[in-house]
């Protein structure tokens, strides 16, 4: 009877020592429960769990996690590697103060591991849900940012999301602490703008700010805010693909190991291009445009009533919406100024063409597109801020080329799309292999090793810098 007596204490002292080892017993069964420390449940239970920023995500890996400790367990090795990720995650461009600093500062967190108080449990508990919140939180902030404005914190913490699962991840993460930073760190975006601005940061921090505390320097702060836009993006970089940043008057080409750089004209800063990720799917010369009816009214009407031939000289009929053409009399021009609705105004193909000779489709839900235009000298612009909101390009025929040589196209269909642009005749091009298209806004680059800044047209930096660093 004693020695069974002992075994039983031993079997217990186990469990005291490793509570992890309880999840070895099924979940129903009362002596796995009883064995569990109950701190970490009764803390998500009260108020203090108003402290987190993602409480369903936190419960959520309890729950599964059979309410026990998941980093002061076993030799606390995750511990000290959760801890040592959340030590500089200005290295990433993030704000430390996002992540329980005040409670999980090391000095603590070494006397709660530590201590064999009788009240350390609960001291215990409380630190170890805090530190799961910091870690979901700090994954989330680097996959998603921090100010995304397509997707909300609310969002991603409903047990209804269906998005990029985070806590997923980390619970793979916990179970496989040989790649436990690794996995963490690998929530990040893939493109290679943004490794190459993140590495930028790192360097930085390392070599000027050895405490990591904070970002520091209009420099470091706009490189963070451009890894935040990086963060809103859905968009996964193929080995073929066009990408447009605003700030830069700049398309590339990216073709595998090749990238070919073209000049563009993009919205003023009254009508800005948008940010979006598009399929380019076909392409069609000998455009005619119809008239937006921003433009029709505050630009087009105007100039054709005080000038009586400004529509026949540059192509424009006036439509009804029975597509019946009708004079450009004053009376008319007058009607459709009335009421807009009831007309469109499309400008014939030709030299004047405002579309020039061919137009590239994307899908998008701003309507615009990237297309040719007949005033080439506007690219010789340093600020090419011009247009209504679509994408000029400065080679149309080096861009066209480049897009039938990733679509496999046979040499006739080459000589067909050349032919038709120089005789503005009609010819649609749907491609077999369909090419993303991402518009970015981005104000720093990396380029051959240095930093490059771009002017910020739109005045969007100050406000996402007061937003990530002075709340």
């Known amino acids: 009877m004693k020695k069974n007596y002992s075994l039983i204490i031993t079997f217990f002292g186990l469990f005291s020592v490793f509570p992890c080892l309880g999840q070895i017993l099924p979940e129903n069964n009362s002596l796995s ?54 030590d500089c995650v200005v290295q990433y461009g993030l704000n430390p103060n996002q992540y329980h600093s005040a409670d999980l500062n090391y000095d603590t967190i070494r006397l709660v591991a530590t201590s064999i108080a009788p009240n350390n449990s609960v001291l215990k508990g409380r630190a170890d849900v805090l530190l799961t919140d910091a870690v979901l939180s700090f994954m989330v902030h680097l996959h998603f940012g921090r100010a995304n404005p397509t997707i909300s914190f609310q969002e991603i913490d409903s047990e209804n999301f269906k998005g990029y699962q985070i806590d997923s991840v980390l619970k793979t993460a916990i179970q496989v602490p040989a790649k436990f930073s690794q996995m963490i760190l690998g929530v990040q975006p893939k493109m290679k703008g943004y490794r190459q601005l993140q590495n930028f940061l790192r360097l930085a921090v390392h070599r000027h700010q050895e405490d990591c505390h904070e970002i520091s320097g209009d420099t470091l702060k706009q490189v963070a805010i451009n890894l935040e836009r990086y963060k809103w993006e859905n968009v996964n970089e193929e080995e073929v693909y066009v990408e447009i940043n ?17 000049k563009v004209i993009i919205g003023n800063p009254s009508t800005p291009t948008p940010v979006l990720s598009g399929k380019i799917r076909y392409f069609k010369t000998a455009p ?23 529509l026949k000289r540059n192509n424009f009929s ?9 004079a450009a009399t004053p009376a008319n021009l007058k009607a459709v100024r009335a009421n807009p609705a009831n007309y469109f105004i499309r400008q014939s193909p030709g030299p004047d063409n405002a579309l020039g000779q061919i137009v590239f489709h994307f899908e998008n839900p701003y309507s615009i597109y990237l297309h040719d235009t007949p005033n080439r000298k506007l690219f010789n612009q340093p600020n090419r801020a011009l247009s209504h909101g679509c994408i000029r390009i400065e080679d149309p025929k080096m861009f066209v080329t480049r897009l039938l040589k990733h679509d496999s196209a ?57 937003n990530l660093f002075n709340n």
């Open 33 to 86: 429960k009883a064995l569990l420390d109950s701190n970490i449940e009764k803390y998500l239970a009260t108020e203090n769990a108003q402290k987190l920023n993602f409480p369903n995500l936190t419960r959520n890996l309890y729950r599964q996690n059979n309410y026990s400790y998941i980093w002061f367990n076993r030799e606390n090795k995750l511990l000290w590697d959760a801890m040592s990720l959340l």
């Open 318 to 326: 006036i439509y009804t919406q029975k597509r019946e053409v009708i």
């Open 410 to 466: 046979l040499s006739d269909t080459y000589l067909t799309v050349y032919n038709s642009m120089t005789s503005y005749k009609r010819f649609i091009y749907t491609l077999k292999k369909p090419v993303t298209i991402v518009i970015r806004y981005i104000t720093c680059e990396i380029q051959n090793g240095a930093l490059i800044k771009y002017p910020d047209l739109y005045k969007q930096d100050k406000k996402l810098i007061e």
């Open 246 to 262: 605003i700030p830069a008057f700049a398309l590339k080409f990216v073709d595998k190991d090749s990238t070919q750089n073209f």
């Open 288 to 310: 005619d445009w119809t008239v937006p009816s921003s433009i029709l009214g505050k630009e087009l009407l105007p100039r054709a009533m005080n000038n009586p031939v400004y």
